[in-house]
């Protein structure tokens, strides 16, 4: 079952071969063909082409912080949010039963819908041509994510936190460790001198397990 899209073509490629926006907007319980290669093929799209903007975007940004900002970018609710924006809701060809439960506003329908889209523009007019309309639906998105240096580790903000004001650096201390070989759980204990505060934590891993027991300790002093 289709829904009929009443404004006008926000998509805005002139397809042609207008098959490949029906197969696009196909979900599967509607039966084939659907849109599940697309999506396949989209999602590649989609991350390459954000990757390509990000990295002439933003050339001092490292790996790490590029790698976070792209996650963001491309998660399924921003996608979904941007099939939303395009309407594809209005336009997705579902099975009643997804019909009935509201298929046409899920996000994880919306988002496959989306980057079966980009492929469906990609097939039907080559990689320049989809660059030159998907990259603009990104743009809000991508000028308000914030790109430059990563994050520091709760460990390394905990020791420049008490170097900058002269104090004694934080000692760890196994507490515990248990667990098969293949599912080890560590018990970390986190012991600051001055001001003196002890705060623990787990992971599975050692080094997991410190960084919580320093991110409590950060919370702890940054409340203070």
């Given at each position: 079952m289709s829904r009929t899209f009443h404004r006008g073509d926000l998509i805005g490629h002139p397809f042609r071969d207008p098959g490949l926006l029906r197969q696009a907007l196909t979900h599967r319980s509607a039966g084939a063909p659907h849109n599940e290669r697309l999506e396949f093929l989209g999602d590649s799209i989609v991350?390459?082409?954000?990757?390509?903007?990000?990295?002439?975007?933003?050339?001092?940004?490292?790996?790490?912080?590029?790698?976070?900002?792209?996650?963001?970018?491309?998660?399924?609710?921003?996608?979904?949010?941007?099939?939303?924006?395009?309407?594809?809701?209005?336009?997705?060809?579902?099975?009643?039963?997804?019909?009935?439960?509201?298929?046409?506003?899920?996000?994880?329908?919306?988002?496959?819908?989306?980057?079966?889209?980009?492929?469906?523009?990609?097939?039907?007019?080559?990689?320049e041509a989809c660059r030159a309309r998907v990259l603009p639906w990104f743009e809000q998105s991508m000028a308000a994510v914030p790109v430059g240096k990563p994050e520091k580790d709760p460990k390394t903000r905990l020791q420049e936190w008490l170097q900058a004001r002269q104090k004694p650096l934080p000692a760890y201390e196994l507490v515990a460790e248990s667990g098969d070989d293949h599912a080890r759980h560590f018990h970390v204990r986190c012991n600051v001198a001055d001001p003196a505060l002890t705060t623990e934590g787990e992971g599975s891993s050692r080094r997991l397990a410190e960084q919580q027991a320093a991110a409590a300790a950060i919370e702890q002093l940054d409340s203070k």
């Open positions: 991350n390459l082409l954000v990757a390509e903007a990000m990295y002439s975007r933003w050339p001092k940004a490292d790996e790490g912080a590029l790698t976070r900002a792209r996650s963001a970018l491309v998660c399924e609710s921003a996608l979904a949010a941007l099939a939303r924006t395009l309407e594809l809701g209005e336009r997705l060809t579902l099975g009643p039963g997804e019909m009935k439960s509201g298929g046409h506003r899920r996000d994880s329908i919306l988002a496959d819908a989306f980057e079966a889209v980009v492929a469906a523009i990609y097939l039907d007019a080559g990689f």
